[in-house]
Each structure stands twice: as C-alpha cells, then as structure tokens.
C-alpha cells in the first residue's frame, strides 16, 4: 500500500515537472493575446509576465508551514503561488508565475498528505476515545469520583488560565499521573474526563491500551497519537507531512527520535508562530500505560513525557496517564524533582469516597435491570439484604460491581433472578478477610461454572487464543472461528454464558471486530492456574489443538488446509491470507509449548510440512528447534544433518538467536556441535544456520538461482562434510 503510495507520488511530481519546462519552453508573452486554442489548454495561463514586479527571492521555511500560510493568503484571489524553492524542485528555474488549474492543485494536496497517510496505516486501531471498537467503554456514573474529577478539571483549568501569572503557572505541571490498582475505575475516568475535553474542543490525542485486546504495541503509540493530532490541529499536520517526507523511515526509528520529531518540535515551531496557543494546551491522555507489551517502553514513555515538561515551562500541550502502580515505576516515583514536575493522584478502593460511589452504581444498576425485566420480577428487586451482600462484598472495587450488573441483567440468559443468586452464592461463602481481587476471582469462577461442560473445551479453545496469542495479530470473531473451525452457530452459542466479562460480535460486527474483554482482570485470570483452575486457558490441549489448526492453515494444498466454516457465500481471499499470516506468526510458538507426550499427533502433520515455503518472520522457530530435540524419539528423522541423500536443490533459513542466555541448554548443546541443519522429509526439507548473537553467517556452499528463488546447492560432499 505504502509503495504504491509513493509511486503514485512520483507520476505526480513528474506531470508537474513536466508541465513546469512546458512553460518555460512556451511562454505567453501577454495573456491578452491568447487563442482560443490557448484557451483549451489544460492550464488556464502560465505566463512570465514582464509587468509584474519581482521581488527579491526568499529563502524556503524549515517546513511548509509557512508555505501553507502563504497558499491560503492567495486563496482569496482563486490562485496558487509557487515560492522560489531550495534548489531542488521542479520549478527550480521557473519563475512569476501562477497556476490557477484546479487539477493541479488538487494533485500538489494529494502530495502533501503522504505524511498523514504513512502514519494512519501505522496508528492503533481502536485506542481513540471515540471508536468504535469501544463503544461500550466505561464512564464514571454523573455522581461518583466527583472530587477527583474536580481535581482534574482543576489541573486542566490552572495550565489554561490567562489570569494567573507566568511564575504561578509555571509552578503547575504539566503532566499527571493517575495510579491506582486493577478495578479501581481509572479508565472509566479516564474515558470521562477525555468526553468532557472533547465537547470543551480542548482533546488532543487519547490512547487507550488494552493488552488483552491486542492494543497494546509500543511502536503504535507515537504514530497514534501524531495522527488524532494532525486531524485536530490545522498548523500540525503539513509540519507531520514535511517531516514524513523528509524521513519516510521516521517512523522505523527510536521512540526517543519520534517523540522530538513528531511531537515535540512541531508545536515548538507552531508556539513560536502563535505564543498564544500556549494558553489553550490540548489534552492527551494515556490510560492503561501498564498494559503496553513492554516493561522498558513503558518507563521510556514516562522519562521522554517528564524530561520535556520539566525542560520546557510552557507548551500547548497536557498530558494525562493512568497506570497501575506497577513495581518498575518505583523508580520513576522516588526521583527527588519528580513532584516538581509531575502532579499525581492515587485512587484507592477501599476509601469511604469508593464505597459510597459502588453502591450508588449497583443501586442504579439493579434499578436498571428491574425497569427491564419488571414483568419477570418482585416489585421490589433486590432485596435490601442482597443488595447489601453485594455492596460489602464488592468493598469498592468498580470491577466488581459492574461485573455482577453485567451478569445478572444479561440479555442472552434472561433471568436476573437466577443470575442474581449464583452472584449471592458466590460471595456469601467468603470470608472478610479476602481481598477484593479475591472476591473477583470468585465470581470469575462462579461465572465460568455456569458455561456447560460440553461447551467448555471449544470455550476455552477460543479464550486460548485471544488471551495467549493476542499480541501476534488481531482476528475478527469470524477469522478466529474459521482458525479453529467452528461454524457461527457454535462460536456463539459456546460463548453464551460468558456475555458479562467479554464483548461478542454479533452479524456483520463479526466480520470486521474481535472479543473484547471488559477487563484485563478476567484475562489474567484466565492465565492464572492458581487462580483459574479447571477454567485456565495455559492447557496442554488448547497448545496442541492451536499448533495442530496453524500448521494446517500453512499447507497450501487443497487437501491440507482446512475449509471455511463460516463463510457469507463466495470464499473470500482475503480471510484466507489472514488466516495464513496468523498461522505462520503462531505455529511454532504452540508447537513449542505441547507436552512430549502429544508430539507424536503433531509429527503427522509435521511429516508432510513443506518447510521450503516458510516465510523469513519465524517468530518463535528457535523455541521450536529445541522442542524437536527434546521430543525424540518422533522427530529424529525430521531434524537432521545434511546427508547425500537430501535433495540437491532446497532453500535456506537463517535464524539469530535473540538472548543467547534464555536459550535451552538441549539448543546450546545442539548449535555448538553444528551451525547447520535440516529440517523436513524428501523434497520438503529446508535447510537452516543458526547462530549466537552477534556472530556472522558463514557462506555455505554455492548459490543458484532457479525459477527465481535462491538455493542452495553444496559443491560436493567435501562441502558438506565442512559445513558440518
């Protein structure tokens, strides 16, 4: 898509160019004396005019900002002025002259949003406060968490107040960070507090992670965010575009470099233009920082905030994260000026403020549920007595609360009044001196108790991979129910009793969105054996069924890759190249994980794995080395060393191992005897080297090139004998 783009770009500069020598080459002397051929011409006048006055030539801006400005002054008059240029453009030997043909303008736009469009392919899809793909995120209740909203409101108000001096709003930071444990409510303030700024026009960016969901990839945040913020501010976006330009491999570099690139320095430049805009900072807010993928990007987004606000007084942008207090940010928390630069709110759950706002939602809630189910139910619903259960045992955590409101007035079950008393049995058992996260994970258990026994294996085979594999790539329901199989009718019926701590798409929703979690509290429990016992997903026929499903999606023949069961009439390529990727990033993490004592189920397949097809991203194909060592003796004949009887012609695989110190000693042992093996059956086999860090590849024997793929063909049996 991006090649395209560019190539696209190309011809466009071309024709331009094109037509600039055109004038050059062709001038008209007078306008006046045009023709009516003349007229016809694509380009209504491009003339050197002798009567208009020249002025000395202007060096070009560091950006195009200033270009942008000068292009909407000649707005006015219906034409475009091209400035004198740095050397290099097409018009570089043109001069006075003007364009007034709407086509061109329209194509010198187009060119200028290659920017825009590079870092909208790689943003975050559904991390923005208004997606979609969170239509159903929560919103703190009109009447709960009022002083802390009021405290942030506050915040907000003090960086934006024109009355208040220069020294006391430089003594406001300009970042705060909101901490607080799972359950507490912070997205649900987060989400709030983003609404409200966005009807108030002062919203940024927001980027909500969700690590269960598969939004949770550092490499994403920058692009993210850089994109809301190019659609929001005007003088932003042909900075972004220039810069992209500039750099088309910007986004390829450090998160340090993209931060200054694409953040930092463009609103320097647009302050500097209008130091007004310091007075109307727009808000970006960061929530579940602690769910990114990666314990190091997480600090390094926390340093690169909090070393600019502490560098920089006054800026037109605030910045707002909320995390769980997680030990790796202690670090951060105890530096001496952290307080000087960063403000910070914590949120508590057991805090009288806390319990007094879950049971004002678990009051409105069952309210809720009763106006919806009244012909089903008592006139008075619940009980005080129940009611109270709910509201101690729930001891103000959010989580909890609405995970009991979710289950009880579940549309799918239609019975509030049985659904409330597995709630009340399961919490009616525990003692006080649980914890709230305790507690949760009760009704997590009491909740998946009710999931029939036949329907749990394939419950737990779709849990498996949305929790286990989420971060290789993102399926829709559909494409997760054709990886393993299962027609739309037992994808959905099986997940029935689940609809209270998971989102399922449903009609054309499914084609495009995947499960959602409503917490990341029930996806860590599902991971948690201790924790989820009979229900955890971490299951040796979940790995097995999931390595076993990938590896057939692999196989390319018609008898080996497996049909679509759901499908809405003609096969669709598309669905069937995702299905592949996806097989081909999680085939050999799975295969990895299943006990010696079920390899032989996947030997079968492996047997008659073609593995000269593999594609050169072999996430995971080290761990899958040493798994075949330690399996013998089912795969010894699968993974071997090159002899005169393997095929003359195959390819090669060249593999780094990442961390030399994590890999298993049955590998270490392995690689130091040979760098260079085989793996596969007859003409399926493929050749791999395999190396340390750091170390360089060895050439290994001759290189030919038939029907355009590269092989390897050793020069003898001496070479061979070598390489060994």
């Not at 825009?116 to 929560?138: L, T």
């Not at 000026?337 to 805090?351: G, N």
């Not at 029939?452 to 849990?463: C, F, G, N, Q, Y």
């Not at 085989?678 to 050439?699: D, K, T, V, W, Y």
Request: aromatic share 8%.
């Amino acid at each position: 898509m991006l090649l395209e783009t560019i190539q696209t770009i190309l011809k466009q500069l071309q024709a331009l160019k094109d037509l600039a020598f055109e004038a050059i080459a062709f001038p008209l002397t007078n306008t006046s004396e045009t023709t009516d051929h003349e007229d016809d011409r694509p380009i209504d006048s491009m003339a050197f005019a002798d009567d208009i006055p020249r002025g000395p030539a202007t060096e070009s801006p560091s950006t195009d900002l200033g270009a942008v400005d000068r292009a909407d002054d000649t707005a006015n008059e219906g034409q475009l002025s091209l400035a004198p240029d740095d050397g290099t453009s097409a018009f570089r030997f043109a001069h006075d002259f003007v364009i007034h043909n709407p086509t061109i303008i329209s194509q010198i736009i187009s060119c200028g949003d290659i920017g825009f469009r590079i870092i909208g392919e790689k943003r975050m899809i559904g991390a923005e406060v208004d997606s979609s793909a969170r239509k159903y995120a929560p919103r703190c209740h009109p009447d709960t968490r009022r002083s802390l909203q009021h405290s942030v409101m506050e915040w907000i108000a003090a960086e934006r107040s024109y009355d208040m001096s220069w020294e006391r709003r430089e003594r406001v930071p300009r970042m705060l960070w909101i901490t607080g444990p799972a359950g507490v409510g912070k997205s649900a303030l987060a989400q709030t507090i983003a609404e409200e700024m966005k009807a108030k026009e002062r919203l940024g960016a927001t980027l909500f992670f969700s690590r269960p969901n598969g939004r949770d990839d550092p490499e994403q945040v920058i692009p993210t965010l850089a994109y809301q913020l190019a659609v929001k501010h005007p003088k932003y976006k042909p900075i972004l575009n220039q810069r992209l330009a500039d750099d088309p491999y910007l986004l390829e570099k450090t998160l340090r470099v993209q931060f200054k690139e694409l953040i930092t320095d463009p609103f320097s430049i647009i302050m500097a233009k209008d130091p007004t805009t310091r007075h109307k900072p727009l808000l970006i807010v960061l929530d579940g920082l602690d769910e990114c993928n990666s314990e190091e990007a997480q600090c390094e987004f926390i340093e690169l905030i909090t070393e600019h606000v502490r560098s920089t007084h006054e800026f037109p942008l605030l910045w707002m994260i909320c995390s769980r207090p997680e030990w790796h940010f202690k670090y951060l928390l105890s530096s001496p000026d952290f307080p000087t630069t960063c403000r910070r709110e914590h949120m508590t759950i057991d805090s009288p403020e806390a319990r007094q706002d879950v049971a004002l939602v678990l009051r409105d809630e069952f309210t809720n549920i009763h106006r919806r189910f009244s012909e089903y139910l008592p006139r008075i619903w619940p009980s005080e007595g129940a009611l109270q259960v709910i509201i101690v045992k729930a001891s103000g955590l959010f989580a909890l609360a609405t995970t009991i409101t979710r289950f009880v007035g579940d549309t799918n079950v239609h019975d509030p009044q049985s659904q409330l008393q597995i709630c009340l049995d399961c919490l009616n058992g525990l003692s006080e001196r649980l914890g709230p996260f305790e507690r949760l994970d009760y009704l997590y258990r009491g909740i998946c108790s009710t999931i029939p026994l036949e329907d749990l294996p394939t419950v737990k085979r779709i849990l498996g991979v949305c929790v286990i594999y989420s971060e290789s790539i993102s399926l829709s329901a559909q494409q997760l129910a054709n990886f393993l199989g299962l027609r739309q009718s037992k994808f959905d019926y099986s997940l029935r009793k689940l609809h209270s701590v998971i989102k399922v798409p449903i009609g054309m929703e499914a084609q495009q969105n995947g499960i959602q979690f409503y917490h990341a509290s029930f996806s860590d429990f599902l991971q948690r054996s201790e924790r989820s016992s009979q229900y955890s997903v971490h299951d040796d026929k979940v790995y097995l069924d999931v390595a076993m499903r990938a590896l057939q999606w692999q196989m390319h023949s018609e008898h080996g890759r497996p049909d679509l069961a759901w499908t809405n009439g003609a096969v669709n390529e598309d669905l069937l190249q995702q299905l592949a990727r996806f097989s081909s990033l999680v085939a050999w993490k799975a295969c990895s994980n299943v006990p010696g004592r079920a390899a032989h189920r996947l030997v079968k397949i492996l047997n008659k794995f073609d593995f000269t097809r593999l594609e050169d991203d072999l996430n995971g194909f080290p761990e899958f080395i040493s798994w075949l060592q330690s399996v013998t003796p089912h795969t010894q004949s699968l993974i071997h060393l090159p002899t005169h009887t393997c095929p003359l012609y195959h390819s090669i695989k060249k593999i780094t191992l990442i961390n030399s110190e994590n890999v298993p000693l049955n590998l270490t042992n392995f690689i130091s005897t040979t760098s260079y093996f085989h793996i596969g059956l007859g003409h399926r086999c493929c050749g791999f080297e395999i190396q340390p860090p750091g170390a360089p590849f060895r050439q290994i024997g001759r290189r030919q090139v038939i029907s355009d793929e590269e092989y390897l063909t050793p020069s003898s049996d001496e070479d061979i004998d070598e390489v060994v």
